[in-house]
T-cell receptor
Framework: DTAVSQTPKYLVTQMGNDKSIKCEQN?????MYWYKQDSKKFLKIMFS???????INETVPNRFSPKSPDKAHLNLHINSLELGDSAVYFC??????????????FGSGTRLTVV | TQLLEQSPQFLSIQEGENLTVYCNSS?????LQWYRQEPGEGPVLLVT?????EVKKLKRLTFQFGDARKDSSLHITAAQPGDTGLYLC???????????FGAGTTVTVRA
């Protein structure tokens, strides 16, 4: 199946821990993104990579670090997790690089709960 | 403040009724997109509109892009329970390349 797949689906962890979320797309898209969806369902962009180059780096605590080993993979590492990091994190990809007119394909999300 | 304002925030209607969701901004967009998100899943792209005044139809869903490319609407005719979900508009401002989302409209269609 062609898709954007992210793991894990659920992540429950204690404050202060470090965790990673992985994302892979087999659509041949050049650009990948991380979005955070809060409890009010608002989606906010965090990072974007175009062919392994970081092109969007929004105002996000530096405890969050994206890594793109190749254009099909984009991982998100979070250090020293805090209660406020609890949210659903979505990975997405698009085919048209820096211009988003063709729409995004989203993964099914990772629900992160920090206790 | 959000770039895109969606209204209403919640909409609950009976099966067979029509509904309209609005997406407004003071900014000009090179394109606007509509997504539907179901619980436990990611948003799924429904349509992209790029030309001012453009109207696109997808079965019972009609999407319109304002003439000035600052607003859009989604109209559903004869809604069905399967139309239930969170509808999100998203746009790329003309002077930017980042896709920004509205806060969403939760639509519930009762059988």
């Amino acid at each position: 199946d062609t898709a954007v797949s992210q793991t894990p689906k659920y992540l429950v962890t204690q404050m202060g821990n470090d965790k990673s979320i992985k994302c892979e797309q087999n659509l041949g898209h050049d650009t990948m993104y991380w979005y955070k969806q809060d409890s009010k369902k608002f989606l906010k962009i965090m990072f974007s990579y175009n062919n392994k180059e970081l092109i969007i780096n929004e105002t996000v605590p530096n405890r969050f670090s994206p890594k793109s080993p190749d254009k099909a993979h984009l991982n998100l590492h979070i250090n020293s997790l805090e209660l406020g990091d609890s949210a659903v994190y979505f990975c997405a990809s698009s085919q048209d690089g820096r211009y988003s007119n063709y729409g995004y394909t989203f993964g099914s999300g990772t629900r992160l709960t920090v206790v | 403040t959000q770039l895109l304002e969606q209204s209403p925030q919640f909409l609950s209607i009976q099966e067979g009724e029509n509904l309209t969701v609005y997406c407004n901004s003071s900014s000009v967009f090179s394109s606007l997109q509509w997504y539907r998100q179901e619980p436990g899943e990611g948003p799924v792209l429904l349509v992209t509109v790029v030309t001012g005044g453009e109207v696109k139809k997808l079965k019972r869903l009609t999407f319109q892009f304002g003439d000035a490319r600052k607003d859009s609407s989604l109209h559903i005719t004869a809604a069905q329970p399967g139309d239930t979900g969170l509808y999100l508009c998203a746009g790329v401002p003309s002077n930017d390349y980042k896709l920004s989302f509205g806060a969403g409209t939760t639509v519930t269609v009762r059988a």
